[in-house]
């Protein structure tokens, strides 16, 4: 009886590591997919106002705002609607600075761009 008892514990424990591990490793890929190059605009801002990337890397747009905005370089690189409340992504095909602004709201952001090397 003894020996089944320990065996049982034994078990339980090694499911338990098992579980554990299992739970961790699980969440690895959503905080690797949050640590992403991304845009926030909030109060007709973006930020961050500057943002380094490699060409082709994505960098994903959430607008705060109740308005619409877009990013829209001014080397015309790249153009992106952004909805009111919504999201998108886009995506730096060259390497440089790239100033941008939003073509809906001239002036009423602050200055920011992206570095893509």
């Known amino acids: 009886m003894r020996t089944l008892t320990k065996l049982t514990i034994g078990l339980i424990a090694v499911l338990g590591l098992a579980l554990t591990a299992v739970g961790v490793t699980s969440h690895a890929p959503a905080q690797a997919q949050a640590a992403g190059k991304a845009i926030d605009i909030k ?3 973006y930020n961050p106002a500057a943002l380094q990337v490699k060409v082709g890397e994505t960098v994903t747009i959430k607008n705060e705002d109740t308005a619409p905005h877009t990013v829209t370089a001014n080397d015309g690189s790249f153009n ?3 909805p009111a409340g919504g999201t998108a992504t886009l ?6 600075d790239h ?16 570095k893509a090397s």
């Open 99 to 114: 100033p941008y602004a939003c073509t809906y709201h001239p002036g009423q952001h602050n200055p920011a761009s992206i």
């Open 80 to 82: 992106v609607d952004v």
């Open 91 to 96: 995506k730096v095909p060259k390497a440089g």
């Open 43 to 45: 109060d007709f801002q």
